[in-house]
Structures are given as C-alpha cells and as structure tokens.
C-alpha cells in the first residue's frame, strides 16, 4: 500500500523535475500535462510565468526561448500563450 503511494508520488516528482520526460508520446491530453508543467514551474502562482520561472523551470529545454513563448511582449507567459506555444510547437513536431 504504502509503496503504491511512494511510486506514485515519485512519479510527480519526476514529472515536475524533468518536464522533458513529461511528454508521453501518443497522449491524447497533452494539454493537461502542460498544464501540469506550467502551474508546476509558476513558483509564486501568479498565474503567469516570469523569465526567471521559465528558465528555472528549465522550459527553455524545449527549444523555445522564454522571449519566443511570450507572445505578446508583456514580460510574462500566460498558460493561454503557453499552450499556444505547446500546439505550434508540438503539432508540427511530434509526428511520430
Ligand atoms: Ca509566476
Ligand atoms: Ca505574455
């Protein structure tokens, strides 16, 4: 039981500290695991990140600078933009 509960709870820890792995391919709902993503890496849970959260997040791993993910220049990325990013990017990527 409790072991079952010990996997599960390393298995978010993973998810949070490799947002690279956190992709399953094929999935479905790859939205809500971006969502997962971006509430995970909004430290301060502004609803926004900062550049310092997307880089401490290690977002810019995925090949999109925290410039390229703000869409509207206000020095933030929303969760709407940052889904937008994930769709542009991921859509034309992750053909498999
Ligand atoms: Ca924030
Ligand atoms: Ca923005």
Do not use: C, W
Not at 55 to 65: D, R, W
Request: net charge negative; glycine share 6%.
């Amino acid at each position: 039981m409790s072991n079952r509960s010990l996997a599960s709870l390393s298995l978010v820890a993973l998810f949070a500290a490799s947002p690279a792995l956190a992709f399953p391919q094929g999935s479905s709902d790859g939205t809500a695991v971006v969502k997962h993503i971006f509430e995970q890496a909004d430290t301060d849970k502004s609803g926004a990140l900062s550049a310092q959260e997307y880089k401490e997040a290690g977002l810019h791993e995925f090949g999109v600078s925290f410039e390229d993910s703000d869409t509207n220049d206000d020095g933030e990325t929303s969760l709407v933009e940052y889904l937008a990013l994930y769709e542009r990017h991921h859509s034309k990527k992750s053909q498999i």
